[in-house]
């Protein structure tokens, strides 16, 4: 049982809402893991946006482009040219000191301007014409020793179909693999558009040209390495880099989780799990074009090819294979192999290792943990400052590897795991916050007056239940004679009902009114208090505010049931108030049993204000104040000092004061006659001249405010004959001992 009880306890303190995120967590790392189409494309577009911001700037530019562009068509005829054109345009290249040739060209079947072909389609030939036109060697031929004179690499394409059955003869480039099986990582075309055999077996490598787009139709990943037609082939552009090494074989590394790298001697390039590299992207580079017919006029500048590697490929309206990427909205797709080409050579391809996606959940998890553990100990503006240091420090992590180790790291699910976790913890904590905001509108509504519990309820953290200390003021009221108003309606209880709901009404509503917390209704009686559960820095200011709020508007409630018994003929009984207000250190919270509880104050200056609201008869004031509170509102306020007394039960004495208006009755000579009056009388009695004090009280009761002052005198006469006859000791200090509660 202890342990259940244990266990429930911290599942409390633990909290749903943090549970709930604790699963949610779990899914989200499964939806990494799973890596959905809309998760990779935000992932994408955030790669794609640092190489708008920073694209690669070109130190060095290996690689030249031969375009058979509109200028080289109007100059050389349509397209397809001759192969001895082409054939010359290879020499002129190889002349020129091209250290590689590539075609972005499929050449998959002969020339029909063939010697052989010609004798054949032309009429009209003479037999002579005929013979020595078939013992011409073929333009194919003449291609073929082109190509075999230098270093040419020829391009094939993949298909979605196949075309036809596949020579097994034909050259093949050389594999190494180390890891495991890489080829069903690879991606795989079903079919194969090779070049004819006479030209396939002159080249001195082979490579695919295909670039394969992602979803949204932009180039970002270029496979290094595929299958097509069950032929597992390098791209154009590695094998041209695997030509310049002068090497047989290329180095496939791989492992569970799919190729790491694809090397050849000296150069090892990694890529994803596909084999796929990412193209760390320039701006477009007109400058590294030339026309092929200024290469077959012999006007380009020599050094646009000696020592680069050279992408035969076209430009021209029709023939144009164009290619969309993060920087350029198209592009031919020959340029796309040169950027590739370009990053390989000057090392500054971009990468994304398969640790990265293990590195991004577990710091999606351990954020997420960080934010389900921390997020309900603090408040939304400590979470919003924490959120945006999160945000910063993984946006910064991830552009810090991007710019300086050329790593690409996601920082968007770890973000948006954790920021969707933040989101359903603000969701749980309003829906909780409701709920307590609900129970604190019933639990104060019938207390505080609805602008404070709107208050309450929006700032439920001002609350604090279960006890706490502070300073507080407290009143207590009462109705004078209520015993003899409630035996005029001994035989019309609802009329009693009715009149005591009457005057607690107005009451009631003058102690809320002024921020005033009702604590009980005792019968005709009140108890309140002020500074809690909401902070108050005038409490003692509104409490007697209040308690003048309150003669008012039982002088009100008077005049009309005054108004009323003279219309009904009934016999009229005026209500009489006495309040009682102390101010000092209480303790307040939620008190009473496991069943039912109120929020309740207790204290010695409690007992205080109770007492002085049962002596506020004996002194003929209403209003009756203890010191502390007299002497916080003594400039606000018509103050007038009434005795120094030692309430039953304490053992430090307290000056009293009556409340006699508000600032302006201060001012006025009716109320300075009566603090002057009271002042000397005081003074008499306190010093134990008792026939000095007697004389005041005569000059007191001969005066224009005799009224207001005529119990005080009968008092204070009382007591000064009562201490004529047997003074007071010897260290009497003034004060004045009740003798009852």
């Known amino acids: 049982m202890k342990r259940m009880r244990r266990v429930k306890r911290l599942a409390q303190r633990f909290g749903w809402a943090r549970a709930f995120c604790v699963v949610l967590l779990l899914g989200l790392a499964l939806l990494r893991i799973a890596d959905p189409p809309a998760i990779e494309e935000l992932r994408l577009r955030v790669f794609d946006t640092y190489q708008v911001i920073q694209p690669r700037l070109k130190t060095a530019k290996p690689v030249t482009i031969v375009d058979i562009d509109e200028k080289s068509l109007a100059r050389y005829g349509q397209w397809p040219w001759p192969r001895t054109r082409i054939a010359e345009l290879v020499t002129r290249l190889n002349q020129l000191g091209a250290v590689v040739t590539g075609f972005d060209i499929v050449f998959p079947e002969p020339d029909r301007l063939n010697p052989a072909l010609a004798a054949e389609s032309f009429t009209g030939l003479d037999d002579e014409t005929r013979i020595r036109l078939k013992a011409l060697p073929s333009n194919d031929q003449v291609l073929a020793d082109a190509i075999r004179r230098g270093r040419v690499v020829l391009g094939e394409s993949g298909l979605p179909y196949i075309v036809s059955e596949l020579d097994k003869s034909l050259p093949l480039t050389g594999l190494a693999m180390l890891g495991g099986d890489p080829q069903p990582f690879m991606l795989a075309f079903p079919g194969l558009i090779r070049n004819i055999d006479l030209l396939e077996k002159a080249a001195m490598g082979r490579g695919l040209f295909t670039i394969s787009q992602e979803r949204d139709g932009l180039v970002r990943r270029v496979p290094v390495m595929m299958q097509a037609q069950g032929i597992v082939m390098p791209s154009l552009s590695f094998e041209m880099l695997r030509a310049i090494t002068g090497t047989d074989t290329i180095l496939i590394k791989s492992d569970r989780a799919g190729i790491k790298s694809i090397a050849v001697k000296g150069l090892e390039?990694?890529?994803?799990?596909?084999?796929?590299?990412?193209?760390?992207?320039?701006?477009?580079?007109?400058?590294?074009?030339?026309?092929?017919?200024?290469?077959?006029?012999?006007?380009?500048?020599?050094?646009?090819?000696?020592?680069?590697?050279?992408?035969?490929?076209?430009?021209?309206?029709?023939?144009?294979?164009?290619?969309?990427?993060?920087?350029?909205?198209?592009?031919?797709?020959?340029?796309?192999?040169?950027?590739?080409?370009?990053?390989?050579?000057?090392?500054?391809?971009?990468?994304?290792?398969?640790?990265?996606?293990?590195?991004?959940?577990?710091?999606?998890?351990?954020?997420?943990?960080?934010?389900?553990?921390?997020?309900?100990?603090?408040?939304?503006?400590?979470?919003?400052?924490?959120?945006?240091?999160?945000?910063?420090?993984?946006?910064?992590?991830?552009?810090?590897?991007?710019?300086?180790?050329?790593?690409?790291?996601?920082?968007?699910?770890?973000?948006?795991?954790?920021?969707?976790?933040?989101?359903?913890?603000?969701?749980?904590?309003?829906?909780?916050?409701?709920?307590?905001?609900?129970?604190?509108?019933?639990?104060?509504?019938?207390?505080?007056?609805?602008?404070?519990?709107?208050?309450?309820?929006?700032?439920?953290?001002?609350?604090?239940?279960?006890?706490?200390?502070r300073e507080m003021t407290i009143m207590f009221s009462d109705v004078r004679g209520f015993t003899t108003i409630s035996e005029s309606y001994k035989h019309d209880p609802h009329g009693l009902t009715t009149l005591m709901n009457r005057f607690l009404t107005p009451l009631t509503n003058a102690i809320l009114d002024r921020k005033g917390t009702i604590d009980k209704y005792m019968g005709d009686a009140i108890m309140a208090f002020w500074n809690a559960p909401l902070d108050d820095d005038q409490h003692q200011i509104n409490a007697c505010h209040a308690a003048l709020d309150m003669l008012d508007r039982i002088d009100a409630l008077n005049r009309l049931r005054q108004t009323e018994a003279e219309n009904?003929?009934?016999?009229?009984?005026?209500?009489?108030?006495?309040?009682?207000?102390?101010?000092?250190?209480?303790?307040?919270?939620?008190?009473?049993?496991?069943?039912?509880f109120d929020y309740s104050v207790l204290g010695d200056s409690v007992n205080l204000a109770s007492r002085l609201e049962g002596q506020s008869k004996e002194y003929g004031f209403p209003i009756i104040v203890g010191s502390k509170t007299a002497l916080a509102v003594k400039d606000k306020f018509a103050i007038l000092e009434l005795d120094f007394i030692m309430v039953k039960g304490k053992k430090e004495p307290e000056v009293i004061y009556a409340i006699a208006g508000r600032e302006d009755v201060t001012h006025s000579e009716r109320f300075q006659t009566l603090r002057n009056l009271t002042i000397e009388m005081l003074a008499c009695y306190r010093s134990r001249d008792w026939d000095g004090a007697l004389y005041a009280v005569e000059r007191g009761r001969n005066s224009d405010v005799a009224n207001a002052l005529e119990k005080l005198y009968d008092l204070y006469e009382k007591r000064i004959r009562a201490y004529q006859e047997t003074p007071p000791p010897a260290d009497w200090n003034g004060s004045f001992a009740l003798l009852t509660k």
């Open 269 to 469: 390039i990694p890529t994803d799990s596909e084999g796929r590299i990412w193209v760390h992207f320039a701006k477009r580079d007109p400058s590294i074009y030339v026309s092929a017919s200024d290469v077959l006029d012999g006007t380009v500048q020599p050094g646009m090819i000696a020592r680069h590697l050279v992408l035969i490929g076209t430009s021209a309206v029709g023939l144009l294979d164009t290619k969309t990427t993060p920087l350029d909205a198209v592009i031919p797709g020959v340029e796309v192999h040169a950027q590739v080409l370009e990053s390989a050579l000057t090392k500054t391809v971009l990468s994304q290792p398969a640790y990265t996606r293990g590195a991004e959940l577990c710091i999606a998890i351990i954020l997420g943990i960080i934010v389900i553990w921390l997020a309900p100990m603090f408040g939304p503006v400590t979470l919003v400052i924490m959120g945006a240091v999160f945000a910063a420090l993984l946006a910064g992590t991830s552009w810090y590897f991007y710019t300086q180790h050329r790593l690409l790291i996601d920082f968007t699910y770890p973000l948006l795991s954790t920021t969707l976790i933040y989101l359903t913890l603000i969701f749980s904590n309003f829906v909780r916050e409701q709920a307590q905001r609900r129970r604190i509108r019933s639990a104060f509504s019938q207390y505080l007056s609805p602008a404070l519990v709107a208050q309450l309820a929006q700032s439920p953290e001002k609350l604090v239940l279960g006890g706490e200390e």
């Open 568 to 596: 009904g003929g009934h016999v009229y009984i005026p209500i009489n108030v006495g309040i009682g207000l102390n101010t000092g250190i209480c303790v307040v919270g939620n008190m009473g049993s496991d069943l039912r």
